[in-house]
């Protein structure tokens, strides 16, 4: 896998500081380290606090303690790989550069996408995605009967991590968005001190964690009677989901996923309302690529992972979100978030 990377990307070594790559690729589940990766030999560069976790985690790695003095150890490391070409990740930080840069000013800087990597889950992978989808799903049936007027936002947001903590999850993918009434019209509306009145819509966006694989769920509820405008927004995101999700399998272009769902709901006049792209991977981080967008033309391929989570937002009015995560396979999907997508009145 290395030595492919480092060949693709054109570059004798290639520097990886995201912890998530680090992770997938050494094993070390630790932060503040980083790989240094040579089509010889393999490095982990770390700290005392890391050393031995490192050693333990990181097996064929060669764990070097840095003591501080970064951009020293690379700097030698690349002088003794004969490496003039390093290959770095976006997120290097201008800082951490001109520090390179002054130790071997020689060095030629490239960014390489170690991201990509990640995009083909393992199986053993899509299984920990699955049961985070499994936490995720099972701390939402436990806080349902607690959806009801006169609660605020807050409190439900509390007790929906606390239920999926208690159901395994390492700590919440994300901040929990709860949003209700009027709010329902902002896509990422996180909870706050607003109470849950009759007639309100309240849209539940959350994601549990295991082993470090995230999960993505979003539903919508509603509380009392609502209208029949608002039941017709339910429907019509509810019948996209289902559109997309009947459709979806591998050979399929990301940026064409996005445009048939955008299709579905011009046909019932709601397209203008469906404001953000129809879904995103998610691994290790919570959002990955490919995206289901009208930017990304990647082919889909068996063993990723996409979410399918149209929406439509009416200012001053509400919205309706419905959100699974899923795996892509040959002939179809594999839906891993499986709470019931039914129309849901309390
Ligand atoms: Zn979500
Ligand atoms: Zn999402």
């Given at each position: 896998m290395?030595t492919?990377?480092?060949?693709?990307?054109a570059?004798?070594?290639a520097?990886?500081q995201?912890?998530e790559?680090c992770?997938?690729?050494s094993g070390?589940t630790?932060?503040?380290?980083?790989?240094?990766?040579?089509?010889e030999?393999?490095?982990?560069?770390?700290?005392?606090?890391?050393?031995?976790?490192?050693?333990e985690?990181?097996?064929?790695?060669?764990?070097?303690d840095?003591a501080?003095?970064l951009?020293?150890?690379v700097a030698?490391?690349?002088?003794?790989?004969?490496?003039?070409?390093l290959?770095?990740?976006?997120?290097?930080?201008?800082r951490?550069?001109?520090?390179?840069?002054e130790?071997?000013?020689?060095?030629?800087?490239?960014?390489?996408?170690?991201d990509r990597?990640r995009?083909?889950k393992?199986?053993e992978?899509?299984?920990?995605i699955?049961?985070?989808c499994?936490?995720?799903?099972e701390?939402f049936r436990r806080i349902?009967p607690?959806?009801?007027?006169?609660?605020?936002?807050?409190e439900?947001r509390t007790?929906l991590?606390?239920?999926?903590m208690?159901?395994g999850?390492?700590?919440?993918s994300?901040d929990?968005?709860v949003?209700s009434?009027?709010?329902s019209a902002?896509?990422?509306?996180?909870?706050?001190?607003?109470v849950?009145?009759e007639?309100?819509?309240?849209t539940?966006d959350?994601?549990a964690?295991y082993?470090g694989?995230?999960?993505d769920?979003?539903?919508t509820?509603a509380v009392?009677?609502?209208?029949?405008?608002?039941?017709?927004?339910?429907?019509?995101?509810?019948?996209?989901?289902?559109h997309?999700e009947?459709?979806l399998k591998?050979?399929?272009?990301a940026?064409?996923?996005?445009?048939?769902?955008?299709?579905?709901?011009?046909?019932k006049?709601?397209d203008r309302?469906?404001?953000?792209?129809?879904?995103h991977?998610?691994?290790?981080?919570?959002?990955?690529t490919?995206?289901?967008?009208p930017r990304?033309?990647?082919?889909?391929r068996?063993g990723?992972i996409?979410t399918?989570e149209?929406?439509?937002?009416?200012?001053?009015?509400g919205?309706?979100?419905?959100?699974?995560t899923?795996?892509?396979?040959?002939?179809?999907?594999l839906i891993l978030?499986?709470?019931?997508?039914d129309?849901?009145?309390?």
């Open positions: 290395i492919e990377f480092l060949k693709e990307n570059v004798e070594a520097f990886i995201k912890d790559n992770r997938y690729i070390f630790g932060s503040d380290s980083y790989l240094f990766l040579t089509a030999e393999a490095y982990l560069l770390t700290d005392s606090r890391y050393t031995e976790q490192a050693r985690e990181a097996a064929g790695f060669a764990v070097v840095c501080g003095k951009a020293d150890t030698l490391l690349m002088k003794k790989h004969h490496a003039v070409r290959g770095v990740e976006s997120v290097l930080s201008y951490m550069y001109l520090a390179f840069h130790k071997m000013p020689e060095a030629v800087f490239s960014f390489c996408d170690a990597l995009q083909i393992s199986e992978e899509i299984a920990k699955a049961e985070a499994r936490i995720s799903d701390g349902v607690l959806i009801r007027k006169g609660r605020t936002e807050a439900l007790a991590e606390c239920a999926m208690e159901a999850s390492e700590g919440k994300f929990t968005i949003a009434g009027w709010r902002y896509p990422h509306g996180t909870a706050t001190k607003k849950i009145e007639g309100d819509l309240v539940f959350f994601g964690i082993e694989y995230h999960s769920i979003t539903r509820v009392g009677q609502i209208t029949e405008q608002q039941r017709f927004l339910y429907d019509s995101v509810l019948d996209c989901v289902l997309i009947s459709l591998a050979g399929e272009r940026c064409d996923v996005d445009r048939k769902a955008r299709d579905f709901l011009k046909g006049g709601l309302y469906f404001t953000h792209a129809l879904g991977s998610v691994g290790l981080e919570i959002h990955e490919p995206v289901l967008a990304d033309k990647t082919i889909l068996a990723m996409e399918i149209p929406g439509v937002y009416i200012p001053g009015i919205g309706v979100r419905i959100e699974d899923a795996a892509i396979q040959d002939d179809g999907i978030t499986k709470f019931p997508k129309f849901l009145c309390v």
